[in-house]
T-cell receptor, first 112, second 113 residues
Framework: IAGITQAPTSQILAAGRRMTLRCTQD?????MYWYRQDLGLGLRLIHY???????GKGEVPDGYSVSRANTDDFPLTLASAVPSQTSVYFC???????????FGEGSRLTVL | AQSVTQLGSHVSVSEGALVLLRCNYS??????LFWYVQYPNQGLQLLLK??????LVKGINGFEAEFKKSETSFHLTKPSAHMSDAAEYFC???????????FGKGTLLTVNP
């Protein structure tokens, strides 16, 4: 049972470079989310998608973009990475039956 | 707007002692409330949830939480702490039809032998 798969698990990136974090789910959930987790700040919502073909901005969307071409995939792109984007990024999907969010294992990104 | 406040960024208890992690919320609509646990280098796992049914909710690993509307609280408790309970705990709120979860900043639970 895979659930949510994120890649890469860890990446070091030079400032100014473009980076895409991948997220794939096998639960056929419509709603998916990207959060970043920073010490002392908890989890903050970056972008979300309620269904394939639609996306929305969360609490901290600046510098990030997402796409939702199909139900299973929800990639997060940093067009030009900056050091403040150093964080752990979590992708999640929501069960329509229980409302529970299922999380991936996270992608640790360091921007130098 | 909705918000979640977790009181205490770090709670330390002795093994066998009561665990109490505090969560207060603000929501303009009836909330759905969740507690998640995060072990080191892992994603978040659902402990329990309140979705307007019973106000006392039982979750996994012996944890429970009580929804108190008058106090806008959803505190997490466990009668007897175990070493394996050491982790970070997040309270989260979902209100209205947007289904987006708002998380508290987390409480790190340390269990001392």
């Amino acid at each position: 049972i895979a659930g949510i798969t994120q890649a890469p698990t860890s990446q070091i990136l030079a400032a100014g470079r473009r980076m895409t974090l991948r997220c794939t789910q096998d639960m056929r959930h419509n709603a998916m989310y990207w959060y970043r987790q920073d010490l002392g700040l908890g989890l903050r919502l970056i972008h979300y998608s309620n269904t394939a073909g639609t996306t929305g901005k969360g609490e901290v969307p600046d510098g990030y973009s997402v796409s939702r071409a199909n139900t299973d995939d929800f990639p997060l792109t940093l067009a030009s990475a900056v050091p403040s984007q150093t964080s752990v990024y979590f992708c999640a999907s929501r069960s329509p039956n229980t409302g529970e969010l299922f999380f991936g294992e996270g992608s640790r990104l360091t921007v130098l | 707007a909705q918000s979640v406040t977790q009181l205490g960024s770090h709670v330390s208890v002795s093994e066998g002692a009561l665990v109490l992690l505090r969560c207060n919320y603000s929501s303009s609509v009836p909330p759905y409330l969740f507690w998640y646990v995060q072990y080191p280098n892992q994603g978040l796992q659902l402990l329990l949830k309140y979705t307007s049914a019973a106000t006392l909710v039982k979750g996994i690993n012996g944890f429970e939480a009580e929804f108190k509307k008058s106090e806008t609280s959803f505190h997490l408790t466990k009668p007897s702490a175990h070493m394996s309970d050491a982790a970070e705990y997040f309270c989260a709120l979902s209100g209205g039809s947007n289904y987006k979860l708002t998380f508290g900043k987390g409480t790190l639970l340390t269990v001392n032998p």
